[in-house]
Every structure is written in structure tokens, then in C-alpha cells.
């Protein structure tokens, strides 16, 4: 099934032969064609699957309450997992829309530079105080009771002293202080895993010679 990150302009007709089992599924795959221009999807649906079926009999009213139709999703708020890869983007918020802000520095832009917020963590004006209670109230563990609770504070009053501290070592060819973060701030939920890398066989490389590399 393809769904997830596919963004081509010629990929612009699809063939659903039965419904797919989830309906978030079924919009993401869908989704794929009309891009940039007019796309078409042709829904083949199963005539001997009830659910099909009845996708059949309801189709106008089925797209028209698509949205509302999602499965809910089974998420664990206190992932472990969630927190490490959360936390910087976080930590780089309340630096330039805070921090940065409320500095009155004449160019608030300068917090992006990390030699210069190197300097204000050691000069003392720039301290984890000023990002901890922001970061418990964001992820709501300021009075943390449960376990996941108590971990999440654990974790970010441990993460942003490591961040500090980071800022605070060489950097060598690193300009700004979203670099220096391990891992870097998400810039897309296509950042929570690592990109996979695609070789091409030989079909493959004869088909994008064909269509001219793209």
C-alpha cells in the first residue's frame, strides 16, 4: 500500500481493489494522487466482503463523515520513547520565542547562534530555571505522582542540563545551538525515525533513465 511520503505530480490515478481495513488508511493512500494536478481513484470494492459492501450502499455518506471516521490511534502518553524526541524542539521554542524575547536584545535572532548563547549560560543569564517550569507545565508533570510522570520530570531536568552543558563545549563547525542537540529538533513527524535509504536495481534505473532521472 503506498500512503506515507510519496509526493509525486505524475502519480496521478490509483486503484483501491477492496477497502482498506482502517479508514486513516484509506485517506492516506488516497491522498497520494492530485497532488498538483486533477488525480483519480478508482474504489474496485469486494462484492463478497459485507464491510465492502456496505461501503458500497453508503459511499456519498461514508466520504461525506470520512473524517470523523479515523480509528483512534493507541498511544502511550508517557511513552519513554516520546519524551527524548519531543524535548529538543521544546527546549528550542522557549529559547527563541521566550527567552529570546524577553531579552530585549536588539536582534533576538542572535539566540539562534549557539557562540552566542554559549556566552549566556556563562555568564549566568541564561540558566536551566529558565526552561524547566516552562517544560514541566507543557508536558503537565509539575506535581508528578505516577511513575510516568515522575520519569518525564526526571528526564527533562536531566536533558536540559546535558543541553546546557553541550552548548557550553567545543562546537567545532557548528553554528547554531539546534545543532548541538542530540537528537536535533523534529522539523516534521516524518523525523520521529531515521529515513531508510533506496537503491535502485537495475529495472529501476532503466525506469527513472526513461522518465529523465526525476
Known sequence: ??????????????????????????????????????GIVFACLHPVRERDRSHYAYFIKFHKFLGQLVEPVAINRWSKFSVNRTLPGLFMAVLLQLVANRSRESNPNRYYMVDFVRGKVSD????????????????DVQNPTTPGEIAFRDEIYLRVRQYLDWILSPTAGLNFVSDVLIPKPMRSLRDVDEAIPIELDSLGSQWTARTGGR
Do not use: K, T
Not at 15 to 27: D, K, L, S, T, V
Open 124 to 139: 549566568g543569564s541564561l540558566r536551566s530555571e529558565h526552561f524547566i517550569p516552562i517544560l514541566e507545565d507543557a508536558y
Open 1 to 38: 500500500m503506498v500512503s506515507h511520503g510519496v509526493d509525486v505530480d505524475r502519480f496521478n490515478a490509483m486503484i483501491f481493489y477492496g477497502m482498506p481495513r482502517q479508514n486513516a488508511e484509506y485517506i492516506q493512500a488516497s491522498s497520494r494522487v492530485g497532488r498538483s494536478h486533477v
